[in-house]
């Protein structure tokens, strides 16, 4: 199977890690939308949210660990969770990810979040949410 998250995973990808549990790993999202987005993946192989009805349980204790650390860490003011299933729906990568967006007060809202602010240093944010 050629799945990139398996591949982060199995440790033959890099990543930033920020979380990982025995379900679940988190990591920073490479092109992210907003200072902070972050990907909680399971460790077992699902195409999507709708392809298993109980990983989205395993995983959720991950999805509020790591969302806790994102907001705590790095002072957000909020959070949206989204999970995309299928393409159509912009699903890019065919293993279930829950992307965690921190958003602060500056760009509040739905039009908020679709303004992307990628320009952070990935290594300074992971290092922030680490606590080192």
Not at 12 to 22: G, H, L, M
Not at 33 to 43: A, F
Not at 102 to 116: I, N
Request: proline share 6%; aromatic share 4%.
């Amino acid at each position: 199977m050629d799945c990139l998250f398996c591949a982060i995973i199995a440790g033959d990808i890099p990543s930033r890690q920020v979380y990982a549990d025995d379900t679940a790993v988190a990591f920073l999202d490479i092109n992210p939308w907003h200072r902070g987005h972050t990907l909680v993946i399971p460790r077992q192989h699902v195409a999507d949210a709708l392809a298993d009805p109980e990983t989205l349980s395993v995983i959720a204790p991950a999805v509020q660990a790591t969302g806790r650390l994102l907001v705590d860490r790095l002072g957000a003011d909020g959070l949206n969770l989204l999970v995309n299933s299928g393409a159509v729906a912009g699903q890019e990568v065919f293993h279930l990810h829950v992307h965690l967006i921190p958003r602060y007060a500056a760009k509040p809202g739905m039009s908020g979040l679709m303004e992307r602010d990628p320009a952070h240093d990935l290594d300074e944010v992971q290092r922030q949410i680490l606590g080192r």
